[in-house]
């Protein structure tokens, strides 16, 4: 009976180890992070009645970014249609300044305010490039920027990589673009932030119903995690 319990215990071992043919199928680990410059994202959004005080509080903590070393860019930008929501853009030479910045004395301020007055804990995502261009945009009051985070699947991480540079890349292309900017999450490379830059609303819808992008989102609905979070922004002065 000893014998025949043991057995078992072998026949249950080697159910449990996986087949050279599953391995192989099994998909391939993301690439190490490279090095370079980092995207940073940050979604804020605060209590209805405390946007004049958040529109304030962002306003400072940009321009005091934009002074930091290896900073390239720091935008602020305040939802259409949602005036309590914002996200902050802010790009930097390498991985050092974008982590000294996170523990830099403004920073820490910053968040302790918003801390107390927000609706939700500050969301910030940090990436590296895939598709990019020159970071200055030329911008105006009319024009409209639109912030979507991508997410796929997984075993879908290199296809969704393919597609999600391709668009940015047909995107910068289209007519009232002024930056079409394509980033990968260092932490999960499966997630992607798109950033776009448009002379008015009616470039940005045109852009949407273009032929190459509605293509891309034919193709990514099969690979992807989570819904296609697209929202727009207007720049604060």
Request: hydrophobic share 40%; aromatic share 8%; glycine share 4%.
């Amino acid at each position: 009976m000893r014998r025949g319990f043991l057995a078992l215990i072998v026949l249950a071992s080697w159910a449990c180890v996986p087949s050279a043919e599953v391995l192989a199928q099994a998909p391939a680990g993301p690439p190490p992070v490279p090095d370079g410059p980092r995207y940073v994202v940050t979604y804020l959004e605060v209590m209805p009645t405390q946007t004049a005080q958040a529109k304030k509080l962002v306003r400072q903590f940009r321009d005091a970014t934009q002074r930091e070393p290896g900073n390239l860019r720091a935008e602020a930008l305040q939802r259409i249609g949602w005036p309590n929501q914002f996200v902050l853009l802010d790009a930097w030479k390498d991985p050092a300044s974008a982590e000294g910045h996170g523990k830099a004395p403004t920073t820490s301020e910053f968040r302790d305010k918003v801390k107390a007055i927000q609706n939700a804990p500050l969301d910030e995502r940090t990436h590296f490039p895939l598709a990019v261009a020159s970071l200055p945009a030329k911008s105006s009051r009319s024009a409209v920027a639109a912030v979507t985070h991508v997410d796929v699947i997984p075993p879908q991480r290199e296809n969704g990589t393919a597609l999600t540079k391709q668009l940015a890349e047909d995107g910068r292309k289209d007519d009232g673009n002024l930056r079409f900017e394509a980033v990968v999450q260092t932490n999960r490379q499966n997630h992607f932030t798109v950033i776009e830059l448009w002379r008015d609303r009616k470039a940005a819808e045109a852009h949407s119903m273009a032929a190459h992008t509605r293509a891309y989102r034919e193709k990514l609905a099969p690979a992807s995690g989570a819904l296609y979070d697209e929202r727009f922004y207007k720049a604060l002065d």
